[in-house]
């Protein structure tokens, strides 16, 4: 008989212990872990789970001193830029993928940077792409610079908000994508007089734009991020309205809206996986990171999420971006102040869980 009770009893143990180890991969950390906040581990998740959050990203969290608004991923370089702002803070650091810390950026040529991009991350000479919303003498504009952050080229007048296509003028500029053509697409409008989608060429001519402020199809009401996937559709998360739209990037026509995931708060980021399957999207006031099904070429439909991080409150996540060749997920968090790394995993058996 003893031998049998030992016998439950470890095998009670090791459940207990499987059970734990299963809650800690979908649900975040039970408990406290050295040198990270509580807002560092409190997550959780929703739907089937696809990423976990890496708790040594960075090495040195203590770097971030300014307002986390935007992180840019360099799959091959291996190197994360994180756009902050503050006063007297640097406004861009740059990590390792693996969390190491390399520099950080003291130009005086960034006021306050909202979203940040990594162009040409294949070729030999990749740019950095940050847009500004101050409003000072370098605000209202967008700016191209290299990887250790000497000023390449701006876009639009700085230091003045403006409407003009000629000469291009900027009033908070949001975001900028720009393809592998060398097309860009630019939303203009973070609050300011403007709520703009516009398609450049490479050559910076005009090619399309979408420019009213309203509720309807193909109107805005402060458009903040934009993505273009690989059927050329141009994906806008239209923030006032709550809702994303999608454009033909071919000719800039309305192919459809999603609406009914974002009936209790606005989509901030959008951005897609590398394999494809889902979109990204950020709300910043519910403090959640949705997973969303890409539909397939020639369906826009109805939006459905598939997953959800549930961040603590008061995170305050803003713009994401993916590493392209290792599918994780990068996320600048304002009301944290900081920015977090999530990795996709995959369960050795399927595991659905409830979403609320």
Same mark, same amino acid.
């Given at each position: 008989? /003893?031998?049998?009770?030992?016998?439950?009893?470890?095998?009670?143990?090791?459940?207990?212990?499987?059970?734990?180890?299963?809650?800690?991969?979908?649900?975040?950390?039970?408990?406290?872990?050295?040198?990270?906040?509580?807002?560092?581990?409190?997550?959780?998740?929703?739907?089937?789970?696809?990423?976990?959050?890496?708790?040594?990203?960075?090495? #040195?969290?203590?770097?971030?001193?300014?307002?986390?608004?935007?992180?840019?991923?360099?799959?091959?370089?291996?190197?994360?830029?994180?756009?902050?702002?503050?006063?007297?803070?640097?406004?861009?650091?740059?990590?390792?993928?693996?969390?190491?810390?390399?520099?950080?950026? #003291?130009?005086?040529?960034?006021?306050?940077?909202?979203?940040?991009?990594?162009?040409?991350?294949?070729?030999?000479?990749?740019?950095?792409?940050?847009?500004?919303?101050?409003?000072?003498?370098?605000?209202?504009?967008?700016?191209?610079?290299?990887?250790?952050?000497?000023?390449? &080229?701006?876009?639009?007048?700085?230091?003045?908000?403006?409407?003009?296509?000629?000469?291009?003028?900027?009033?908070?500029?949001?975001?900028?994508?720009?393809?592998?053509?060398?097309?860009?697409?630019?939303?203009?409008?973070?609050?300011?007089?403007?709520?703009?989608?516009?398609?450049?060429?490479?050559?910076?001519?005009?090619?399309?734009?979408?420019?009213?402020?309203?509720?309807?199809?193909? &109107?805005?009401?402060?458009?903040?991020?934009?993505?273009?996937?690989?059927?050329?559709?141009?994906?806008?998360?239209?923030?006032? #309205?709550?809702?994303?739209?999608?454009?033909?990037?071919?000719?800039?026509?309305?192919?459809?809206?999603?609406?009914?995931?974002?009936?209790?708060?606005?989509?901030?980021?959008?951005?897609?996986?590398?394999?494809?399957?889902?979109?990204?999207?950020?709300?910043?006031?519910?403090?959640?990171?949705?997973?969303?099904?890409?539909? /397939?070429?020639?369906?826009?439909?109805?939006?459905?999420?598939?997953?959800?991080?549930?961040?603590?409150?008061?995170?305050? /996540?803003?713009?994401?971006?993916?590493?392209?060749?290792?599918?994780?997920?990068?996320?600048?968090?304002?009301?944290? &102040? &900081?920015?977090?790394?999530?990795?996709?995993?995959?369960?050795?058996?399927?595991?659905?869980?409830?979403?609320?």
């Amino acid at each position: 008989m /003893p031998m049998k009770r030992r016998g439950h009893a470890c095998l009670l143990a090791c459940s207990m212990g499987s059970l734990v180890l299963l809650m800690m991969v979908l649900y975040g950390p039970l408990g406290p872990q050295p040198g990270s906040s509580s807002l560092r581990q409190d997550y959780q998740l929703r739907g089937r789970p696809l990423y976990k959050l890496d708790l040594g990203w960075p090495r #040195n969290p203590e770097l971030f001193t300014g307002d986390v608004f935007a992180v840019a991923v360099d799959q091959h370089a291996g190197v994360v830029y994180v756009a902050q702002r503050g006063d007297n803070v640097p406004k861009v650091l740059l990590f390792t993928t693996e969390g190491d810390f390399l520099m950080s950026w #003291n130009t005086t040529t960034l006021e306050m940077p909202h979203g940040i991009f990594l162009a040409d991350a294949a070729s030999s000479n990749p740019t950095v792409w940050i847009t500004d919303v101050g409003n000072g003498p370098y605000g209202h504009c967008i700016k191209q610079y290299t990887p250790s952050g000497k000023l390449l &080229q701006v876009l639009g007048t700085p230091g003045k908000a403006g409407s003009t296509l000629n000469p291009l003028q900027f009033d908070q500029p949001a975001e900028i994508f720009i393809h592998s053509s060398g097309e860009m697409y630019i939303v203009d409008g973070d609050g300011g007089m403007n709520n703009r989608l516009i398609k450049l060429s490479k050559d910076l001519e005009v090619l399309w734009m979408h420019g009213e402020k309203g509720r309807g199809l193909a &109107q805005f009401y402060i458009p903040h991020s934009v993505t273009v996937d690989n059927a050329l559709r141009v994906w806008v998360a239209d923030r006032g #309205n709550k809702r994303i739209q999608v454009f033909n990037s071919n000719t800039g026509d309305w192919l459809g809206t999603w609406g009914s995931c974002f009936t209790k708060d606005a989509p901030y980021s959008v951005r897609l996986t590398p394999d494809r399957k889902y979109f990204v999207v950020v709300q910043l006031n519910t403090n959640q990171i949705s997973l969303l099904d890409a539909p /397939p070429v020639g369906l826009i439909g109805q939006c459905k999420v598939v997953s959800v991080i549930q961040l603590a409150d008061e995170v305050k /996540p803003h713009l994401v971006d993916l590493d392209l060749k290792t599918g994780a997920l990068y996320v600048a968090e304002i009301g944290a &102040q &900081q920015a977090q790394k999530f990795t996709p995993f995959s369960l050795e058996f399927p595991v659905e869980l409830h979403l609320a």
